[in-house]
């Protein structure tokens, strides 16, 4: 391995190494690398949207093919830098005005389609017994999950009764959910755990071996 490779190697350990030291206690090693870890983000998405917006799709259209029509949205971009200025942050707020409820528009119609519309899709599922015991159950099982759970958010009426019980069960069914997602959500963040205590066990590890 050549010098690079093992400097490589030895930077992204000791940075690796100083995130770990919170564990400890707040200290400066921890901030040197939360610092460098935020700076190299910030710029790293600086030059993602000055490449493949700005360049891609405003410079380029409008020089190359011509799309002059682009200097509206161009300036509605640059209005935002008005927020730098106090006198005239209130001219960027046309600006976000537009960005806000072209995303809003956009991000309903999306939901509506890619997750709303499906969903519902997946709970009209059949109950016939024809099709076996277990995809019974575990269809009667989505069927009275979804109608507790949407019963419990019904708040037109007090949950007493028929509908206090229903709405019970749906928060069984909520809290179950949730710790299905937190579930995930902890193997993913060991995952990323695991994959660090290898890098410092086998590649800087090597390294180590190969120096000494």
């Known amino acids: 391995m050549t010098f690079f490779g093992h400097f490589e190697i030895w930077l992204s350990a000791f940075l690796v190494l100083?995130?770990?030291s919170f564990l400890y206690k707040d200290n400066p090693f921890y901030k040197m690398a939360e610092h460098i870890f935020a700076g190299l983000s910030a710029g790293y998405y600086v030059g993602l949207i000055w490449q493949a917006v700005i360049i891609q799709q405003l410079v380029n259209p409008m020089f190359d093919q011509g799309h002059w029509w682009l200097?509206?949205?161009g300036i509605l971009g640059a209005l935002m830098f008005a927020r730098f200025f106090s006198k005239w942050s209130w001219i960027s707020r046309i600006s976000?005005?537009?960005v806000i409820g072209n995303t809003a528009g956009?991000?309903?119609i999306s939901q509506l389609h890619g997750f709303v519309l499906p969903q519902v899709v997946s709970t009209m599922i059949s109950l016939n017994p024809a099709q076996g015991f277990a995809?019974?159950?575990?269809?009667?099982?989505i069927v009275i999950g979804v109608i507790s759970t949407l019963i419990y958010f019904y708040f037109s009426?007090?949950?007493t009764g028929i509908l206090g019980g229903t709405a019970k069960v749906g928060i069984w069914f909520i809290m179950i959910s949730f710790g299905a997602h937190f579930g995930y959500t902890v193997?993913?963040?060991?995952?990323?755990?695991?994959?660090?205590?290898q890098f410092l066990l086998f590649d800087w590890g090597g390294s180590i071996k190969q120096i000494f």
Do not use: Y
Request: hydrophobic residues 65%; positive net charge.
């Open 18 to 20: 100083s995130l770990f």
């Open 71 to 73: 200097v509206f949205p």
């Open 96 to 98: 976000l005005a537009f």
């Open 106 to 108: 956009v991000f309903l």
């Open 135 to 141: 995809a019974t159950l575990s269809a009667l099982v």
């Open 157 to 159: 009426k007090e949950h």
């Open 187 to 197: 193997m993913g963040r060991i995952s990323l755990l695991i994959g660090q205590v």
